[in-house]
């Protein structure tokens, strides 16, 4: 369990560092 929650983490920060750049990039223009 601790192992996919690890993981799901992992994904999960990679999807909040893509949503935010994409905002960022939004909110730039």
């Not at 690890?6 to 223009?29: H, K, N, P, Q, T």
Request: net charge negative; no cysteine.
């Amino acid at each position: 369990v601790i192992s996919v929650i690890r993981a799901y983490s992992i994904f999960d920060l990679v999807v909040i560092a893509f949503i935010s750049s994409s905002v960022g990039s939004y909110v730039e223009v």
